[in-house]
C-alpha cells in the first residue's frame, strides 16, 4: 500500500517573527494561512505560510526563539539542509534582484536535474532555495507578484543523512517512495502524487561531519497521509518494523504522528482533515489568533504574553 501522497509542511526555528511573517508575506508572496501558537509552549507563536487555500506541499511553518539559549544550526550528517520552492521559468533573475533588495545573501547555484537553482538564507538563517519549475500547480499570485514570479509552492527538501543506505530502504521499503533520478551524490525521490507536492532529494554526505538541529534550522519534514485512520494502519506497520513513533496528536486541523527516520531526520506525519477552515472561513485564513484546543480556554492570557507582531 502507498501511504505518503507529497510533502504537508516544512517547520523552521526562526529567530524574529516580525522578520519572519514579512519576509513569508511580503517578499515570498506566501499567505499566512494560521496565526497560532506552538501546541506545546503557550508563549511562542506559530506561524503557517502557504498559498491562498493552504493546500498540502505549500505550508511552511515557523516557531520563533526569540532570546531562547538555543545553539545555532549546524549543517552535516542528521540534519534536513534546504527547503526549495517551485517558481515558474525564467524567473531567477527577478527573484535574486527582489531577494538582494531586501538584503539577502544570493548565490547561483550548479544546475540540478536540467533544473535552474537561486540560493539564499532566510531573515533566520533558514537555508532555503527556488528552483525554477514546470509546475502544474496555479495558485492566485499574491501581494506584489503576478503569475510569471509566483511561488506555487514547495519544490524539494534536501535531507544528508547519517546512514544513507538505511535512510532510501527506509523510505522507498516501507513507505513505497519511487527513485525518480540519481545526479552525483543526489538522489530524488517521490511519492504518490509524483512530485506534485514536492520532492524528497537525499544528498550523500559521507564527508561531512555529524550536524545538529538548532537556531535557523529545519526541525522537521511532514509528509501528508490521506486519512486518520491510515496513520492508525502506518503506525502500526511502522512500529512492527521496529521504528519509534509518538501516538496520533489532535493538531486541531490535522492529525500528526512523530518520529526520526534510521539516519536521524525527524519527520512527520499528518493527515488532511478536518483542515483549516474549521476556525476560519477560507478568505479569513490567519486573520485571527487561533489556539489549539489545549489552550482555548486561556486566551486572555497568552494574547497578554505573546510579544507583539504587525500582521499589516
Known sequence: MTWVRGLHHITGAATDGQKDHDFYTKVLGLRRVKKTINHETADQWHLFYGDYDGNAGTIMTNFFFENVPLPPWKRGRGTISDVAFSVPRGSLDFWQRRLEAHGLSCERRDERFGEQVLGYVDPSGIPSELIEHDDERDPPALGDLDDTHKVRGFHSTTIISRIPELTLQFFTGLLQAEVVGTEGRRTRLAFADQGRSGYLDLLDGADLPW??????????????????????????????????????????????????????????????????????????????????????????????????????
Open 211 to 312: 550536524g545538529h538541529w538548532g537556531l535557523g534550522g529545519i526541525h522537521h519534514v511532514a509528509f501528508t497521509v490521506e486519512s486518520k485512520e491510515q496513520m492508525e494502519m502506518l503506525w502500526r506497520v511502522l512500529s512492527g518494523a521496529g521504528a519509534i513513533l509518538t501516538d496520533l496528536r489532535d493538531r486541531k486541523w490535522f492529525h500528526s504522528m512523530y518520529m526520526t527516520e534510521p539516519g536521524g531526520i525527524n519527520i512527520e506525519f499528518s493527515n488532511l482533515d478536518p483542515g483549516w477552515t474549521v476556525d476560519e472561513p477560507l478568505e479569513e485564513l490567519g486573520s485571527t489568533l487561533a489556539l489549539p484546543k489545549q489552550w482555548a480556554d486561556q486566551r486572555a492570557e497568552i494574547e497578554a504574553k505573546l510579544p507583539t507582531l504587525r500582521f499589516d
